[in-house]
């Protein structure tokens, strides 16, 4: 039984990698025997649902502000374990400056990145991470990148930031790949509660419904296009760095 999930059944789209995503995450925080100092911090999207799911706290945050409302509560509380759970929309484009800022200052909570490259919420509008030429609704042709510039690779983006003790890109495209993923939160949880600075784990995820594609399909589009884009691996780690010098 992994304490840290409520019995709930779920109520995200078929296929959706929102589900396995808030699973891991309650796997490590079980694993490490956080949940009654754990404390969530899911902002607006489809994340905003987390609390429906993990049986800690959870705080809402309005779009964009999770790393601000994380960056609150684990100064005022350093013996409480926070972490903030972020969609695309909500960290890439309308809170980048909080995510740089956060990042940039070290601030000692996990940040768990949920990439599906597009607006899941509001039914699929133009992301940060929308590939050249994926369709959305605010770009139906394909994005173009002489208008809409082009996707943003968060890990790439925040790993020359000196308060950054962790960066990682999983997926959860297959069982592999979703055991990678949470060996990348669980070092991120190590980390952050060494107190050693921000850590961000990005995780692929799929959105079968606004990618207007079924459970199967979503997933095999993800590996032909979003793997090529966003390769997965350890773009950041202070403790491996250490044992290198
Ligand atoms: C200040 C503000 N601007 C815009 C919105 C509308 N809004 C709600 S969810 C959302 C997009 C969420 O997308 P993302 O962060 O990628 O998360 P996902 O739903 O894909 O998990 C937007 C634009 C809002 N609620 N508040
Ligand atoms: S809209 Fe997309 S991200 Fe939101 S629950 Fe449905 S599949 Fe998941």
Redesign the pocket.
């Given at each position: 039984m992994v304490r840290s999930m409520k019995p709930e059944r779920t109520k995200y789209c078929p296929g959706c990698g929102?589900g396995i995503i808030h699973r891991l995450v309650a796997e490590v925080v079980d694993e490490f025997g956080l949940r009654e100092r754990a404390i969530g911090i899911a902002?607006?999207?489809?994340?905003v649902l987390a609390d429906l799911y993990w049986n800690f706290d959870v705080v809402s945050a309005?779009?964009?502000r999770a790393a601000a409302v994380a960056t609150g509560i684990t100064r005022a509380n350093p013996d409480c374990f926070v972490l903030s759970y972020?969609?695309?929309?909500?960290?890439a484009?309308?809170g980048t400056a909080e995510t740089i800022h956060a990042a940039n200052r070290g601030e000692k909570f996990v940040t768990v990145f949920?990439n599906?490259a597009?607006?899941?919420?509001?039914g699929g509008?133009m992301?940060p991470t929308t590939l050249i030429g994926q369709p959305a609704t605010t770009c139906q042709l394909g994005r173009d990148p002489a208008i809409a510039g082009y996707p943003i690779r968060v890990c790439e983006l925040l790993q020359t930031l000196g308060g950054v003790a962790y960066l990682a890109r999983g997926s959860v495209d297959t069982p592999k790949n979703v055991l990678a993923a949470k060996r990348h939160l669980k070092k991120a949880f190590q980390l952050a509660l060494d107190k050693r600075g921000y850590c961000l784990v990005e995780i692929l995820s799929p959105?079968p419904t606004?990618w207007g594609m079924t459970p199967p399909q979503a997933i095999a589009w993800l590996r032909e296009n979003m793997l090529t884009y966003y390769p997965l691996g350890v773009f950041k780690d202070v403790s491996a760095e250490e044992k290198r010098a």
């Open positions: 929102h902002p607006v999207g489809c994340s309005a779009h964009g972020q969609g695309d929309g909500d960290l484009a309308i949920v599906n597009i607006y899941g919420m509001t509008q992301a959105c606004n």
